[in-house]
């Protein structure tokens, strides 16, 4: 059985994450953390094997590689953006991947990094696959401007009520709202809606640019 922590502050992305790797039998997730010091002490006290971590989570990823050496954990970061790749990798990181990360490839990657291989997420396939994006472009177009500000708060970790607050209307108008979003990208309920949006990043940033105008 191989031990996995989870440490993103990121919650719906933990969320997700676990969901995927939860139905494998062979992978346990013993550990979840949304703050460095949390990170740490999962660390010492479960002495994973795998542990999957955003790369902006703590400022000083020297620490999180030597502490994970320390306790033989091998590291897969969630990293920001393929400029960071290098730079990862020089520090001892075992694998990397994005947000946009599908589900078979997490799993691939925390097999091979767990047997002792490196796994990187090429930042070209990100990008490629960003610009072909058909579906993601398709759901984007088929929002309104305030379903879109809406999917964003979702995606952000909101919930209905703070959403109606932020946007000066009613818990019950967020819910219709929401329902009318849930078929149109036929999804059933706000994780898989999240879960949807990060790995479309057409719709991603189309659903930040609108926030950004709520702010």
Known sequence: ???????DNQAIFRAGAAKVLAVEDDLRIVAQADTPEKLKTALSSFRAGVL?????LDSNLGD???SAKKHKTRLIVVAENPD??????QLGINGIIF?????????????????GETC????????????????????????????????????????NKEIATTLGTTEQVIKNYL????????????????LFTIHHRILLEAASASSAAVH
């Open 1 to 7: 059985m191989l031990k996995i922590i989870l440490a």
């Open 64 to 66: 999180i590689c030597e």
């Open 99 to 115: 947000r946009n990360v599908s589900g078979p490839a997490l799993i691939d990657c925390v097999r091979k990094v767990a047997n």
């Open 84 to 89: 960071s790749v290098s730079r990862l990798l």
């Open 52 to 56: 999957i971590f955003a790369e902006g």
């Open 179 to 194: 329902r009318n979003v849930y078929d149109k990208i036929g999804v059933s309920d706000r994780l898989e809606l999240a």
């Open 120 to 159: 990187v997420q090429t930042g070209e396939a990100e990008q490629e696959a960003s610009e072909n994006d058909a579906v993601g472009a398709r759901v984007r177009d088929r929002l309104t401007a305030k379903e879109l500000k809406i999917v964003a708060l979702i995606v952000q970790g909101y919930k």
